[in-house]
């Protein structure tokens, strides 16, 4: 079936160390999305795809690094620069470039700081 | 920020009744959708309202769109249990902005 696989669902990092967190699509979307959601403060955007290799920061991009050299991945790095980073954090997709389209999720990934 | 408001940030009924949740936001927009998420999974798309609609229907789910208020609603009827979730409104732009959305508790 077609879909949005996010993984690992649950990790955990030491702080000062980072982690990649795995996107991926096969709905030959060409629009990739990451969003950050804390309790109580909805869906804030990481960074965010319209092609390949090329990508743009959203609101809460520092600390987060991505790339998009395939169209199918959208690999998110969260960096030690990240001073809260425990969250969970979400992939989406939509099929064309601007908003306009419905965005189809993954099912999350939660990390940790310990 | 353009980002929506849902109101109220939590709702608890009974199974059967209905249950309407609103979204404001604050620059026009060309489109509104709404979506639901499940405790600690992704989001899932519902329904989407253009900018020159004023109501739509899906289902158990009727959307309603106020562009001179700048605010739309979700009525769920007949709610079951399984309708147990988070509702988000979210708006159009550049990007997708997200509200900080709706806990709908539907107690058996």
């Known amino acids: 079936d077609g879909g949005i696989t996010q993984s690992p669902k649950y990790l955990f990092r030491k702080e000062g160390q980072n982690v990649t967190l795995s996107c991926e699509q096969n709905l030959n979307h060409d629009a990739m999305y990451w969003y950050r959601q804390d309790p109580g403060q909805g869906l804030r955007l990481i960074y965010y795809s319209q092609i390949v290799n090329d990508f743009q920061k959203g609101d809460i991009a520092e600390g987060y690094s991505v790339s998009r050299e395939k169209k199918e991945s959208f690999p998110l790095t969260v960096t030690s620069a990240q001073k809260n980073p425990t969250a969970f954090y979400l992939c989406?997709?939509?099929?064309?470039?601007?908003?306009?389209?419905?965005?189809?999720f993954g099912e999350g990934s939660r990390l940790t700081v310990l | 920020s353009q980002q929506g408001e849902e109101d109220p940030q939590a709702l608890s009924i009974q199974e059967g009744e209905n249950a309407t949740m609103n979204c404001s936001y604050k620059t026009s927009i060309n489109n509104l959708q709404w979506y639901r998420q499940n405790s600690g999974r992704g989001l899932v798309h519902l329904i989407l309202i253009r900018s020159n609609e004023r109501e739509k229907h899906s289902g158990r789910l009727r959307v309603t769109l106020d562009t001179s208020k700048k605010s739309s609603s979700l009525l769920i009827t007949a709610s079951r249990a399984a309708d147990t979730a988070s509702y988000f409104c979210a708006t159009d732009g550049n990007q997708f902005y997200f509200g900080t959305g709706t806990s709908l508790t539907v107690i058996p």
């Open positions: 989406a997709s939509s099929l064309g470039q601007g908003s306009t389209g419905e965005l189809f």
